[in-house]
């Protein structure tokens, strides 16, 4: 299916630059990124309830957590 | 199983699948797993609401051993039936459901988690199955599911992580396994993670009409490579791609589609009586799926802050989707009080084998509202009030407007305690 190929391509040039990354930024100018507004949270409760509500009740699934469907029953 | 794939686009997916897990293998060494600041394992774990992964090592701090913390958290889902959606069913529903998540700090190498769910589900195609004598007792649907996850440091630079689990419901069954890795890169300003899940899963084939037509089994695999970046000293981001696959019963048991008579006598078992007659929902053994997704984030000053995040995705049954989803984070009270608002806008397309109307059977068909076109608004946010250092409160709600009038309310309570 094209639309997949295409998706699929875009994830090979995501590919090589996740495996190099940036060094970009000095620890003594960490302050603001460790502000609490500035954190990406992972409550695994909520990431739970996030996946079963989005993911039975859209046709897509993927990209709540690291799981994308199974071990959960349709509603 | 194995998986028995027949579209043609597949293989393209799949070698992109092996060169990113090959790229993340190649990666040299660096620190890295660690308790995120609320507690959940390493760098590939979920991150709340958004849809991306990564938890980026740079805002996490480490837990100390014999560091010990209960989660708790209810959460309400609900939609009504407007009428809209699919015409001849009744879709509503109601989820109610309880999470505790306890996790503990062993040594400064080892920690594990122990995650209990349960789900209690009342719709109206459960009150359709209670109405025949052999299934009386699907009056209401009660999932309950556990897991037990560990997280090790390997090493001055990999965290690995895995989890098995199980879950069960009236019709339905599911072992489930996982593992992970991570490390920090380029001076801990990235990081990198990929992550396999996969579930193995019983269904008892309830149809729509009560009729039990034996019993099938689901195979759902998924692999999650993905990146968190320091961007500027005010901005950084997480990026991933997820590749899934399923293969078995993939359609929903108790799914019909109506074949309309037009004409005919009307049916009475149909929410709008309409003439016709109610078949099973017959859906492709195979699925490929695929979603591309990141947010960034940016530092306005102190205690603001603003994200932009959003996700691509498609899969070989037709669905191709998109989501934005803007954020806006704000601390109220310094220290006590913080605040998080949220507007998500998510559009699909059809499934190949989705219609609004049949006239005659086909190979595969559905009416499931959930693989129409679709576009969606969600506005919502959440307040996190901290009692002292161990003990803090959440509250959450969302609306989401749905162009086919399946409207939804979310709301969720959580509750976080450190020993």
Same mark, same amino acid.
């Given at each position: 299916?094209?639309?997949?190929?295409?998706?699929?391509?875009?994830?090979?040039? @995501?590919?090589?630059?996740?495996?190099?990354?940036?060094?970009?930024?000095?620890?003594?100018?960490?302050?603001?990124?460790?502000?609490?507004?500035?954190?990406?949270?992972?409550?695994?409760?909520?990431?739970?309830?996030?996946? !079963?509500?989005?993911?039975?009740?859209?046709?897509?699934?993927?990209?709540?957590?690291?799981?994308?469907?199974?071990?959960? =029953?349709?509603? | 199983?194995?998986?028995?794939?027949?579209?043609?686009?597949?293989?393209?997916?799949? &070698?992109?699948?092996? /060169?990113?897990?090959?790229?993340?293998?190649?990666?040299?060494?660096?620190?890295?797993?660690? #308790?995120?600041?609320?507690?959940?394992? =390493?760098?590939?774990?979920?991150?709340?609401?958004?849809?991306?992964?990564?938890?980026?090592?740079? #805002?996490?701090?480490?837990?100390?051993?014999?560091?010990? !913390?209960?989660?708790? *958290?209810?959460?309400?889902?609900?939609?009504?039936?407007?009428?809209?959606?699919?015409?001849?069913?009744?879709?509503?529903?109601?989820?109610?459901?309880? &999470?505790?998540?306890?996790?503990?700090?062993?040594? %400064?190498?080892?920690?594990?988690?122990?995650?209990?769910?349960? %789900?209690?589900?009342?719709?109206?195609?459960?009150?359709?199955?209670?109405?025949?004598?052999?299934?009386?007792?699907?009056?209401?649907?009660?999932?309950?599911?556990? %897991?037990?996850?560990?997280?090790?440091?390997?090493?001055?630079?990999?965290?690995?992580?895995?989890?098995?689990?199980?879950?069960?419901?009236?019709?339905?069954?599911?072992?489930?396994?996982?593992?992970?890795?991570?490390?920090?890169?380029?001076?801990?300003?990235?990081?990198?993670?990929?992550?396999?899940?996969?579930?193995?899963?019983?269904?008892?084939? /309830?149809?729509?009409?009560?009729?039990?037509?034996?019993?099938?089994?689901?195979?759902?695999?998924?692999?999650?490579?993905?990146?968190?970046?320091? /961007?500027?000293?005010?901005?950084?981001?997480?990026?991933?791609?997820?590749?899934?696959?399923?293969?078995?019963?993939?359609?929903?048991?108790?799914?019909?589609?109506? /074949?309309?008579?037009?004409?005919?006598?009307?049916?009475?078992?149909?929410?709008?009586?309409?003439?016709?007659?109610?078949?099973?929902?017959?859906?492709?053994?195979? *699925?490929?799926?695929?979603?591309?997704?990141?947010?960034?984030?940016?530092?306005?000053?102190?205690?603001?802050?603003?994200?932009?995040?959003?996700?691509?995705?498609?899969?070989?049954?037709?669905?191709?989707? @998109?989501?934005?989803?803007?954020?806006?984070?704000?601390?109220?009270?310094?220290?006590?009080?913080?605040?998080?608002?949220?507007? *998500?806008?998510?559009?699909?397309?059809?499934?190949?084998?989705?219609?609004?109307?049949? @006239?005659?059977?086909?190979?595969?068909?559905? #009416?499931?509202?959930?693989?129409?076109?679709?576009?969606?608004?969600?506005?919502?946010?959440?307040?996190?009030?901290?009692?002292?250092?161990?003990?803090?409160?959440?509250?959450?709600?969302?609306?989401?407007?749905?162009?086919?009038?399946?409207? #939804?309310?979310?709301?969720?309570?959580?509750?976080?305690?450190?020993?």
């Amino acid at each position: 299916m094209p639309k997949l190929r295409r998706l699929a391509l875009v994830g090979l040039l @995501f590919a090589p630059l996740a495996a190099t990354g940036c060094h970009t930024v000095e620890y003594y100018e960490k302050q603001l990124l460790s502000d609490p507004a500035m954190g990406f949270e992972t409550d695994p409760t909520e990431v739970h309830f996030q996946q !079963k509500v989005f993911y039975s009740m859209e046709g897509s699934a993927g990209g709540i957590g690291d799981s994308a469907g199974g071990g959960c =029953g349709c509603y | 199983m194995l998986l028995n794939f027949k579209r043609s686009s597949l293989p393209a997916l799949g &070698v992109t699948t092996l /060169i990113m897990l090959a790229l993340f293998s190649s990666v040299p060494a660096a620190p890295l797993f660690g #308790q995120t600041e609320s507690g959940s394992a =390493g760098a590939v774990e979920g991150v709340e609401g958004a849809e991306t992964t990564v938890a980026p090592e740079a #805002q996490t701090s480490d837990s100390q051993p014999g560091d010990m !913390k209960l989660t708790t *958290r209810f959460s309400f889902y609900n939609h009504g039936d407007s009428g809209d959606g699919n015409p001849f069913l009744d879709e509503a529903l109601t989820v109610v459901e309880p &999470v505790f998540i306890f996790d503990h700090t062993v040594t %400064d190498t080892f920690a594990y988690s122990l995650d209990f769910h349960y %789900d209690y589900v009342s719709s109206a195609s459960i009150d359709r199955l209670s109405k025949f004598p052999e299934q009386s007792g699907a009056s209401a649907d009660n999932y309950v599911g556990f %897991d037990v996850g560990g997280r090790w440091k390997l090493s001055d630079g990999w965290k690995v992580g895995a989890h098995a689990g199980f879950s069960d419901e009236y019709d339905y069954d599911s072992v489930g396994f996982g593992a992970n890795a991570s490390r920090d890169i380029a001076g801990k300003d990235a990081t990198v993670g990929v992550s396999v899940n996969a579930y193995f899963d019983d269904i008892r084939v /309830i149809q729509f009409n009560g009729n039990e037509a034996g019993s099938e089994t689901r195979t759902s695999f998924s692999t999650t490579a993905s990146w968190y970046q320091v /961007i500027t000293p005010k901005v950084h981001g997480t990026f991933g791609a997820t590749v899934s696959l399923q293969d078995g019963f993939l359609s929903t048991a108790y799914n019909g589609v109506v /074949i309309e008579t037009p004409g005919g006598p009307s049916n009475p078992t149909l929410d709008n009586n309409a003439s016709g007659t109610e078949f099973a929902e017959v859906l492709p053994d195979t *699925r490929m799926r695929l979603a591309l997704f990141g947010r960034v984030r940016t530092s306005v000053s102190e205690g603001k802050a603003y994200e932009l995040g959003g996700r691509i995705y498609s899969d070989d049954w037709g669905v191709t989707s @998109f989501s934005f989803e803007p954020r806006w984070y704000q601390t109220l009270i310094p220290g006590k009080l913080d605040s998080m608002a949220r507007y *998500r806008f998510y559009t699909q397309t059809a499934a190949d084998d989705y219609e609004d109307h049949f @006239f005659a059977a086909e190979k595969f068909m559905t #009416q499931d509202s959930d693989l129409a076109d679709l576009s969606s608004h969600t506005l919502g946010g959440r307040l996190t009030y901290h009692l002292d250092n161990d003990d803090s409160l959440s509250f959450g709600l969302d609306y989401v407007l749905r162009s086919d009038g399946l409207d #939804q309310v979310l709301a969720t309570f959580a509750w976080e305690h450190e020993f």
